[in-house]
């Protein structure tokens, strides 16, 4: 057994170092590998896998909303970069450039994407004329590139993989509509398929997207009490469409400037499953994320029958779910322990004496609870069980994300919680950015969201200046 609990014990406890708790997972789990590139990681199969996953649900949404997928170019001028002022300036300091091409410099340097308004905006203006070409809803799956000086994996890299949507309306209320959808379509996501509460939000006017008339935001709470962004949605109105001249003709034969938004999520979602339900075995991933939702693991499979057996319950169950057998020759415990590394959803222990008595016994991968399932129920049982893991382990962050809500109605009560309480503190604010950079500067702490479901005005006056208030913030240290 001793043996056995290296996979684990690898693992520093997250009440130890949780920074270091999360690399060991990430790594153990076999999620990602450094490259020799600096900042830039390689997605392993493992991690890969839930990417796909994500990116297969996320697609199927958007679809239904009448997204259709594009792809454009990596490389964006610098020309034409500069058009829209607030925008670069945003980006400037995390922008990496190509000068030379093959042994030639290039007459204009050419950025390596960070995100890709500029190039859909030179894209609108060529292919809108009319309002008959309106609305264009567009969205491409690609990877973008920040030179970021600090990096972390999946939260924080110098490349990383995302999906960028940039759509173009003929009036400001289309605009809002779809720039609120998309926000929706992000939280359901986030709430139904990876069991992670969000708070939806807008972004104050520092904390918006460089460029946007208004940034919207999903807001999750890790467990150690940070907050993570989650997923964003930007209404740039028509400031975009000014600064490259994207107009069309209206019924009326008058020429109107068209109203833009963009919404994005990345691969930092897998962080955050990681934060949210990991423990200290490894990770512990939602059935409906999960790449593998039940492992079998056969016991004694040298045994007559006993192998056998279990390739037809894998085969059997795999019409139901994500199946697997781990037919390797490790011994049993080990197999646990990796299963629970790689946070598989249920296991599937099947012995000589289960075989004989008909049954199996499957163990939750969050509560370790052992249930005994008839062999000739599986096919109805699993999936039943997958879904009460999937909506426990939502009900398990949701009071795990409730309890660690705090209220400040005073600057000195703030400060008391930034600096003793992990969460999200609840306060009012007056709206100048001077309180909001003093909250910053003085306790490392920033403004998350204005809340779209949260309303209450727990104070009449600002948390940190005293002066009157109206708008409810939900303030956090973040990653």
């Given at each position: 057994?001793?043996?056995?609990?290296?996979?684990?014990?690898?693992?520093?406890?997250?009440?130890?170092?949780?920074?270091?708790?999360?690399?060991?997972?990430?790594?153990?789990?076999?999620?990602?590998?450094?490259?020799?590139?600096?900042g830039c990681m390689i997605l392993r199969p493992a991690g890969y896998a839930i990417w796909e996953n994500i990116q297969h649900e996320l697609d199927r949404r958007f679809k239904e909303t009448g997204v259709e997928n594009v792809y454009l170019p990596l490389f964006i001028?610098?020309?034409?970069?500069?058009?829209?002022?607030?925008?670069v300036e945003g980006f400037a300091p995390e922008v990496a450039w190509v000068t030379y091409g093959g042994l030639n410099q290039l007459p204009e340097r050419l950025c390596v994407r960070p995100t890709s308004e500029t190039l859909f905006c030179d894209f609108y203006k060529?292919?809108?004329?009319?309002?008959?070409?309106?609305?264009?809803?567009?969205?491409?799956?690609?990877?973008?590139?920040?030179?970021?000086?600090?990096?972390?994996?999946?939260?924080?890299?110098?490349?990383?993989?995302?999906?960028?949507?940039?759509?173009?309306?003929?009036?400001?209320?289309?605009?809002?509509?779809?720039?609120?959808?998309?926000?929706?379509?992000?939280?359901?996501?986030?709430?139904?398929?990876?069991?992670?509460?969000?708070?939806?939000?807008?972004?104050?006017?520092?904390?918006?997207?460089?460029?946007?008339?208004?940034?919207?935001?999903?807001?999750?709470?890790?467990?150690?009490?940070?907050?993570?962004?989650?997923?964003?949605?930007?209404?740039?109105?028509?400031?975009?469409?000014?600064?490259?001249?994207?107009?069309?003709?209206?019924?009326?034969?008058?020429?109107?400037?068209?109203?833009?938004?963009?919404?994005?999520?990345?691969?930092?979602?897998?962080?955050?499953?990681?934060?949210?339900?990991?423990?200290?075995?490894?990770?512990?991933?939602?059935?409906?994320?999960?790449?593998?939702?039940?492992?079998?693991?056969?016991?004694?499979?040298?045994?007559?029958?006993?192998?056998?057996?279990?390739?037809?319950?894998?085969?059997?169950?795999?019409?139901?779910?994500?199946?697997?057998?781990?037919?390797?020759?490790?011994?049993?415990?080990?197999?646990?322990?990796?299963?629970?590394?790689?946070?598989?959803?249920?296991?599937?222990?099947?012995?000589?004496?289960?075989?004989?008595?008909?049954?199996?016994?499957?163990?939750?991968?969050?509560?370790?609870?052992?249930?005994?399932?008839?062999?000739?129920?599986?096919?109805?049982?699993?999936?039943?069980?997958?879904?009460?893991?999937?909506?426990?382990?939502?009900?398990?962050?949701?009071?795990?994300?409730?309890?660690?809500?705090?209220?400040?109605h005073n600057y000195e009560e703030f400060t008391t919680i930034a600096n003793e309480k992990p969460g999200f503190i609840r306060a009012m604010w007056c709206g100048d950015q001077a309180c909001e950079d003093k909250i910053k500067e003085d306790l490392a702490v920033t403004?998350?969201?204005?809340?779209?479901?949260?309303?209450?005005?727990?104070?009449?006056?600002?948390?940190?200046?005293?002066?009157?208030?109206?708008?409810?913030?939900?303030?956090?240290?973040?990653?």
């Amino acid at each position: 057994m001793a043996k056995d609990k290296k996979l684990v014990e690898a693992i520093t406890s997250m009440e130890e170092d949780f920074a270091q708790w999360y690399t060991d997972v990430v790594r153990k789990a076999e999620l990602i590998d450094y490259s020799s590139v600096k900042g830039c990681m390689i997605l392993r199969p493992a991690g890969y896998a839930i990417w796909e996953n994500i990116q297969h649900e996320l697609d199927r949404r958007f679809k239904e909303t009448g997204v259709e997928n594009v792809y454009l170019p990596l490389f964006i001028p610098e020309s034409l970069l500069e058009k829209e002022k607030d925008h670069v300036e945003g980006f400037a300091p995390e922008v990496a450039w190509v000068t030379y091409g093959g042994l030639n410099q290039l007459p204009e340097r050419l950025c390596v994407r960070p995100t890709s308004e500029t190039l859909f905006c030179d894209f609108y203006k060529n292919i809108i004329q009319s309002y008959r070409d309106l609305p264009k809803v567009y969205n491409q799956w690609c990877s973008v590139v920040r030179w970021e000086k600090e990096t972390r994996p999946f939260l924080r890299s110098r490349e990383f993989l995302w999906q960028e949507g940039h759509t173009a309306h003929a009036t400001a209320e289309e605009a809002e509509q779809r720039t609120v959808q998309m926000l929706n379509v992000y939280a359901d996501f986030c709430e139904e398929v990876l069991a992670m509460p969000v708070v939806r939000g807008q972004k104050t006017e520092k904390e918006k997207f460089a460029g946007a008339e208004a940034t919207y935001t999903i807001e999750a709470l890790m467990h150690d009490g940070k907050a993570l962004q989650s997923g964003t949605s930007h209404n740039f109105g028509n400031g975009f469409a000014k600064a490259f001249g994207i107009q069309y003709t209206d019924k009326d034969n008058k020429l109107q400037y068209v109203y833009q938004t963009s919404w994005g999520m990345t691969t930092r979602l897998i962080g955050a499953i990681i934060m949210v339900h990991g423990d200290d075995s490894g990770l512990v991933l939602p059935p409906r994320i999960a790449p593998v939702q039940a492992m079998v693991i056969p016991i004694q499979q040298q045994k007559d029958g006993v192998l056998d057996t279990a390739k037809e319950v894998c085969e059997r169950i795999g019409k139901v779910c994500r199946a697997k057998l781990d037919d390797s020759d490790k011994s049993p415990g080990w197999k646990f322990s990796e299963q629970e590394m790689r946070g598989i959803p249920v296991r599937i222990e099947l012995g000589p004496k289960d075989i004989a008595a008909g049954k199996c016994v499957a163990v939750r991968r969050d509560t370790r609870e052992k249930i005994e399932i008839a062999l000739d129920e599986l096919e109805a049982k699993l999936p039943e069980l997958l879904e009460q893991i999937q909506k426990d382990m939502f009900a398990r962050a949701k009071a795990h994300r409730d309890a660690h809500i705090w209220d400040a109605h005073n600057y000195e009560e703030f400060t008391t919680i930034a600096n003793e309480k992990p969460g999200f503190i609840r306060a009012m604010w007056c709206g100048d950015q001077a309180c909001e950079d003093k909250i910053k500067e003085d306790l490392a702490v920033t403004s998350r969201c204005m809340p779209f479901n949260d309303q209450e005005h727990i104070s009449d006056v600002c948390v940190c200046c005293g002066k009157p208030a109206h708008k409810l913030v939900y303030w956090g240290k973040a990653y």
